[in-house]
């Protein structure tokens, strides 16, 4: 609930602290006080939109501060503080502080960390609900009559919410395999023409590096072919350089004893045959491997030529041809077992629908349900609040099945008709300020206790009646109060006023070309004082103070 609120140069408040209590607070004050300014003030902590004339004049920046407690932070308000990595200890009171520049722009903070208006605007349906002569937010809003519904009824959507999901999940399933199949269907043709290139082809991993060194090594035994041709005639026969060194070394072994320099002539002859010996095998062995056959060189280069267009045609290496082949096949096969797994795709969604239609159907029946009881409620309250000849309907519709979702297959609305055989229409087209303000408090009524924001704010919910309405209206304001915790109403009722726990006067004051509001908390004698004035205007007659004790003995 709202505890405090600080509020600095907005508009003609100077200045101001506020504290606040559970219970129902009342604020009053004379028309033109500056009523209206407090709640411009509590709107910019709820993310409106921040007017440079809110400032005050003279005065560089305005700023408003407000703060929160709660016996336990609302899932509402801890989703969105952790989405947007705020923390929060338990216990903490949050703070939210907004300004305002004079020369446009503004600033706002969450326990002093900055941020958005955009966030505030999301923690403002758990923190306040404020319903003004013209409101367009809270109750007025369509867009949360499910909710409230619900909430009424007791639902309990995790359930619902968990089957959509399930649901959902398996028609994306589905609807994807299905665009998948259709592909490939259409690419099956040229799938299985692909595939029977590659399979003719029959590429090996490494046979591309294989055939390459292979060709390579023919295209040069192809270059070097005459002149190791010309080698080999020098090598062989009986006059060639080697057979020479081997007759000269022979003859020297006959004469090596002689002498030792003959000797060791004849060792480095010996190592020259040796080495001429080793020579020849090289060559040899050069030219076995160097050794080429057109045909088979031709082949190579033809076999790599198809290979490597191949690749450049799937647009990979040659040594992923292979793998390429085991993923064509495998599409293939999934193309034949594809009808098998979309019909247990289709029997999964089918299933998935069933399961969530059922839950659907049951919280559409508890709604249905839900919103009688809630009619009846309402229309319990509407006579004591002069809405006699009203009626309220609480519509619940089945939506397309396109519409449905993780809160089932419907929609629901309040609606009204204010005079008897009058069409029921939307809560916001109702015509007079005092009406829609009366319906709000009787809905809220029916609904309390049903869970909302931790703060209510009425703005003169009680227009245009007196008497016993007023009373009916007062005793309501205080019923709830009680029910939610804290509801605060501006009013000019001394019948709603005298129900106050708390009262705040709203004044204004000049002094010279100055003007001031200001807001004070009253004590017992100053809200007799206020009362009393609240019922007979400028001059405070006895009379009127009589007429305040017993409005404040009676409730």
């Given at each position: 609930?709202?505890?405090?609120?600080?509020?600095?140069?907005?508009?003609?408040?100077?200045?101001?602290?506020?504290?606040?209590?559970?219970?129902?607070?009342?604020?009053?004050?004379?028309?033109?006080?500056?009523?209206?300014?407090?709640?411009?003030?509590?709107?910019?902590?709820?993310?409106?939109?921040?007017?440079?004339?809110?400032?005050?004049?003279?005065?560089?920046?305005?700023?408003?501060?407000?703060?929160?407690?709660?016996?336990?932070?609302?899932?509402?308000?801890?989703?969105?503080?952790?989405?947007?990595?705020?923390?929060?200890?338990?216990?903490?009171?949050?703070?939210?502080?907004?300004?305002?520049?004079?020369?446009?722009?503004?600033?706002?903070?969450?326990?002093?960390?900055?941020?958005?208006?955009?966030?505030?605007r999301e923690l403002a349906p758990a923190l306040v609900e404020l319903h003004g002569q013209h409101d367009d937010r809270g109750l007025v809003n369509p867009r949360g009559h499910r909710m409230l519904l619900d909430r009424y009824a007791g639902i309990d959507l995790g359930g619902l919410e968990k089957r959509w999901r399930s649901w959902a999940k398996t028609?994306?399933?589905?609807?994807?395999?299905?665009?998948?199949?259709?592909?490939?269907?259409?690419?099956?043709?040229?799938?299985?023409?692909?595939?029977?290139?590659?399979?003719?082809?029959?590429?090996?991993?490494?046979?591309?590096?294989?055939?390459?060194?292979?060709?390579?090594?023919?295209?040069?035994?192809?270059?070097?072919?005459?002149?190791?041709?010309?080698?080999?005639?020098?090598?062989?026969?009986?006059?060639?350089?080697?057979?020479?060194?081997?007759?000269?070394?022979?003859?020297?072994?006959?004469?090596?004893?002689?002498?030792?320099?003959?000797?060791?002539?004849?060792?480095?002859?010996?190592?020259?045959?040796?080495?001429?010996?080793?020579?020849?095998?090289?060559?040899?062995?050069?030219?076995?491997?160097l050794v080429h056959d057109p045909a088979a060189l031709d082949a190579a280069e033809t076999r790599l030529f198809e290979l490597r267009a191949m690749a450049r045609k799937h647009r990979c290496d040659v040594d992923e041809l292979p793998e390429l082949m085991i993923d064509m096949r495998g599409k293939l096969d999934a193309i034949e077992s594809g009808d098998a797994e979309l019909s247990a795709l289709e029997s999964a969604a089918k299933q998935a629908r069933?399961?969530?239609?059922?839950?659907?159907?049951?919280?559409?029946?508890?709604?249905?349900?839900?919103?009688?009881?809630?009619?009846?409620?309402?229309?319990?309250?509407?006579?004591?609040?002069?809405?006699?000849?009203?009626?309220?309907?609480?519509?619940?519709?089945?939506?397309?099945?396109?519409?449905?979702?993780?809160?089932?297959?419907?929609?629901?609305?309040?609606?009204?008709?204010?005079?008897?055989?009058?069409?029921?229409?939307?809560?916001?087209?109702?015509?007079?300020?005092?009406?829609?303000?009366?319906?709000?408090?009787?809905?809220?009524?029916?609904?309390?206790?049903?869970?909302?924001?931790?703060?209510?704010?009425?703005?003169?919910?009680?227009?245009?009646?007196?008497?016993?309405?007023?009373?009916?209206?007062?005793?309501?304001?205080?019923?709830?109060?009680?029910?939610?915790?804290?509801?605060?109403?501006?009013?000019?009722?001394?019948?709603?006023?005298?129900?106050?726990?708390?009262?705040?006067?709203?004044?204004?004051?000049?002094?010279?070309?100055?003007?001031?509001?200001?807001?004070?908390?009253?004590?017992?004698?100053?809200?007799?004082?206020?009362?009393?004035?609240?019922?007979?205007?400028?001059?405070?007659?006895?009379?009127?103070?009589?007429?305040?004790?017993?409005?404040?003995?009676?409730?």
């Amino acid at each position: 609930m709202l505890t405090r609120l600080s509020i600095r140069n907005i508009v003609l408040i100077e200045a101001l602290d506020l504290d606040f209590a559970r219970g129902l607070g009342v604020l009053t004050g004379e028309t033109g006080a500056g009523k209206s300014i407090l709640l411009d003030a509590v709107g910019l902590i709820l993310g409106d939109r921040a007017e440079t004339a809110l400032v005050r004049a003279g005065e560089a920046k305005a700023s408003v501060t407000a703060s929160f407690e709660f016996a336990e932070l609302p899932a509402a308000i801890a989703q969105a503080l952790d989405d947007a990595d705020i923390d929060i200890e338990p216990g903490e009171p949050l703070l939210i502080r907004r300004q305002v520049k004079a020369d446009g722009g503004s600033k706002a903070f969450v326990n002093d960390q900055p941020t958005s208006a955009g966030l505030l605007r999301e923690l403002a349906p758990a923190l306040v609900e404020l319903h003004g002569q013209h409101d367009d937010r809270g109750l007025v809003n369509p867009r949360g009559h499910r909710m409230l519904l619900d909430r009424y009824a007791g639902i309990d959507l995790g359930g619902l919410e968990k089957r959509w999901r399930s649901w959902a999940k398996t028609e994306a399933q589905l609807s994807e395999a299905r665009a998948a199949q259709e592909q490939a269907k259409l690419d099956e043709e040229l799938l299985t023409a692909h595939l029977a290139e590659l399979t003719t082809l029959a590429p090996i991993v490494g046979e591309e590096v294989q055939l390459a060194s292979a060709r390579s090594d023919m295209q040069k035994g192809e270059k070097l072919s005459g002149e190791l041709e010309d080698l080999r005639h020098v090598w062989e026969g009986s006059d060639s350089p080697l057979a020479s060194l081997r007759v000269a070394a022979r003859k020297l072994d006959r004469i090596a004893p002689e002498h030792a320099m003959l000797a060791d002539a004849l060792a480095s002859l010996d190592r020259a045959v040796i080495e001429a010996g080793e020579a020849e095998d090289k060559l040899e062995a050069a030219a076995r491997a160097l050794v080429h056959d057109p045909a088979a060189l031709d082949a190579a280069e033809t076999r790599l030529f198809e290979l490597r267009a191949m690749a450049r045609k799937h647009r990979c290496d040659v040594d992923e041809l292979p793998e390429l082949m085991i993923d064509m096949r495998g599409k293939l096969d999934a193309i034949e077992s594809g009808d098998a797994e979309l019909s247990a795709l289709e029997s999964a969604a089918k299933q998935a629908r069933e399961t969530y239609l059922k839950t659907a159907e049951k919280a559409h029946a508890a709604r249905v349900k839900a919103a009688k009881s809630l009619d009846k409620a309402v229309a319990a309250e509407l006579a004591p609040l002069k809405l006699d000849a009203a009626r309220f309907l609480t519509s619940v519709a089945v939506l397309p099945e396109d519409k449905w979702g993780a809160y089932g297959m419907d929609s629901a609305e309040f609606l009204i008709a204010t005079n008897p055989g009058a069409d029921f229409a939307p809560l916001a087209k109702i015509a007079s300020g005092g009406e829609l303000s009366r319906f709000i408090l009787a809905l809220k009524v029916a609904l309390a206790e049903k869970g909302g924001a931790a703060t209510i704010i009425f703005d003169e919910i009680d227009r245009g009646v007196g008497g016993a309405v007023a009373s009916a209206i007062g005793e309501r304001l205080a019923r709830l109060a009680s029910a939610e915790g804290q509801l605060l109403a501006v009013t000019h009722s001394p019948q709603v006023a005298a129900r106050g726990g708390m009262h705040y006067l709203i004044a204004k004051a000049s002094s010279g070309t100055v003007t001031k509001t200001s807001v004070a908390a009253l004590d017992q004698a100053g809200r007799q004082e206020e009362i009393a004035r609240m019922l007979s205007g400028a001059e405070v007659t006895p009379e009127a103070r009589a007429q305040a004790d017993r409005l404040l003995e009676g409730v």
